[in-house]
T-cell receptor, first 113, second 112 residues
Framework: QKEVEQNSGPLSVPEGAIASLNCTYS??????FFWYRQYSGKSPELIMS????GDKEDGRFTAQLNKASQYVSLLIRDSQPSDSATYLC?????????????FGSGTRLSIRP | DGGITQSPKYLFRKEGQNVTLSCEQN?????MYWYRQDPGQGLRLIYY???????QKGDIAEGYSVSREKKESFPLTVTSAQKNPTAFYLC???????????FGDGTRLSIL
């Protein structure tokens, strides 16, 4: 069973600090990774996609991928109260023909004023 | 605007009743998915379809049924066999199974 694992949290970060969210995956063949944000009572929203090793920046968000260590992380700089949400990591299977992405269970992030 | 439309937003089911949740997309995506989410929990895959007239069971298919007669539509029926149907149901679509999924706004199903 291919897995994507996240710490469920809650992760509490002071406003203005950097929030660091981590995700590990078991399928060495996975080539791309996605981060979703889900506010309470709402549906998940895609916020970042990363397809190669290294960093990808988009505004206050940076996704980092390390294929050798099989982890992907999301950094949120200058955290705002509006960043309080659950963040889901997702990865498609590497080589399986049953091509559907696997979601982690999510990390709940709370930004305290 | 392109997107995924789920209806209704809220739905109530009586004991022994089947109910159908609608999901329509105009993104021209081949793949569509149904997830169930319970309070404080992650997403659990019910059914998915990668092409018209074909679908596969996910992790929790018992008590549910789907059809995929049109590319744009993937309705989910919650049957009376599903004894604990109260949950938030999410429909998603993607271009292919390996591309990121985009979600509808969800349907909240409760038991009367």
């Amino acid at each position: 069973q291919k897995e994507v694992e996240q710490n469920s949290g809650p992760l509490s970060v002071p406003e203005g600090a950097i929030a660091s969210l981590n995700c590990t995956y078991s399928d060495r063949g996975s080539q791309s990774f996605f981060w979703y944000r889900q506010y309470s009572g709402k549906s998940p929203e895609l916020i970042m996609s990363i397809y190669s090793n290294g960093d990808k920046e988009d505004g206050r968000f940076t996704a980092q991928l390390n294929k050798a260590s099989q982890y992907v992380s999301l950094l949120i700089r200058d955290s705002q109260p509006s960043d309080s949400a659950t963040y889901l990591c997702a990865a498609p299977p590497g080589y399986s023909s049953a091509s559907k992405i696997i979601f982690g269970s999510g990390t709940r992030l709370s930004i305290r004023p | 605007d392109g997107g995924i439309t789920q209806s209704p937003k809220y739905l109530f089911r009586k004991e022994g009743q089947n109910v159908t949740l609608s999901c329509e997309q105009n993104l021209n995506h081949d793949a569509m998915y149904w997830y169930r989410q319970d309070p404080g929990q992650g997403l659990r895959l019910i059914y998915y379809s990668q092409i018209v007239n074909d679908f596969q069971k996910g992790d929790i298919a018992e008590g549910y049924s789907v059809s995929r007669e049109k590319k744009e539509s993937f309705p989910l029926t919650v049957t009376s066999a599903q004894k604990n149907p109260t949950a938030f149901y999410l429909c998603a679509s993607s271009g292919t199974g390996r591309q990121p999924q985009h979600f509808g706004d969800g349907t909240r199903l409760s038991i009367l």
